[in-house]
């Protein structure tokens, strides 16, 4: 099935994320979208969280594009591992100094890893007692804000089709593309790495269908109001300045699937 947005040209996203790490937690935005995806999971998978059947333990937990930890931090007391993966070292290096302090979750594993195969030997063993054994699989998979950046959506959606456990579920939240006007969301300083502008919710209730997931649902979690540009290239000392930008409604989606 064809991706109704064409991608948008790109070099390196990792050259910008590794640029962005160190400043990346400055931005209000990316903590209150962070608490709002944790908000939305846990109403999404209550089988895990809110109501969860304590014979089965807390869930093993693989988080793709974790940047530098905002959404694993809050989501790590409630797993039993949590496999934190991020493309960008730089991503990778502010997370694993967070796991540094006195007080931090010691069940976090960062890796800065690209996925492309379940069966990856950084990730960790199923068997400690077999360390080139096959790999842990997962009781559920999370990714906040990173799907707009995959080049290949169905390549990666296998992926974790292959890291889940049986009956394991994903829960992905993005923004949503509800057509043109969603490109917006990115100045046009941003739009390095942005492969799509936002995740369409008919295209991907198929893709995910077309992947092998069950009981698919694409849906509407949470809206949010966004400083724009009125025009590409408004914002040029990388934040909007004194009397530009526009307020937007953006709705975030949550794609929620399972394996059979
Ligand atoms: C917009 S950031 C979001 C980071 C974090 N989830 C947050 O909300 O603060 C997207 C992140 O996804 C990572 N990323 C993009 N594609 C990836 C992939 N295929 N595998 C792992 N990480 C990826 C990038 O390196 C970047 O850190």
Same mark, same amino acid.
């Given at each position: 099935m064809p991706d109704p947005v064409a991608p948008v040209e790109t070099n390196s996203g990792n050259d910008r994320f590794n640029a962005e790490a160190a400043a990346w937690? /400055? /931005?209000?935005f990316v903590h209150a979208m962070s608490l709002e995806a944790w908000k939305a999971i846990q109403k999404s998978v209550p089988s895990l969280f809110i109501e969860p059947d304590n014979s089965l333990g807390r869930p093993d937990i693989l988080e793709i594009g974790c940047g530098t930890g905002l959404l694993t931090l809050e989501v790590a007391p409630a797993a039993n591992r949590l496999v934190a993966v991020d493309a960008a070292p730089g991503m990778i290096d502010v997370l694993s100094s967070k796991l540094n302090q006195p007080n931090a979750p010691n069940n976090v594993i960062p890796l800065a890893l690209l996925l492309e195969d379940p069966e990856d030997t950084m990730l960790p063993p199923a068997e400690q007692a077999k360390p080139n054994g096959p790999r842990l699989k997962f009781d559920l998979i999370i990714s906040h804000l990173v799907l707009h950046h995959i080049p290949d959506l169905k390549q990666v959606l296998k992926t974790m089709l292959g890291c889940l456990n049986e009956g394991g579920s994903v829960a992905l939240t993005d923004f949503e593309?509800?057509?043109?006007?969603?490109?917006?969301?990115?100045p046009e300083y941003k739009m390095d790495g942005v492969e799509r502008h936002g995740i369409n919710r008919e295209w991907m209730t198929a893709l995910m269908l077309e992947v092998g997931f069950r009981d698919v649902k694409v849906e509407v979690a949470w809206e949010h109001d966004k400083v724009v540009e009125n025009y590409p290239g408004e914002f040029k000392l990388g934040k909007p300045a004194e009397g530009e930008g526009n307020r937007m409604k953006f709705s975030y989606i949550i794609c929620l699937g399972k394996k059979a």
């Open positions: 937690d /400055k /931005k209000p593309d509800f057509g043109p006007e969603a490109r917006r969301f990115h």
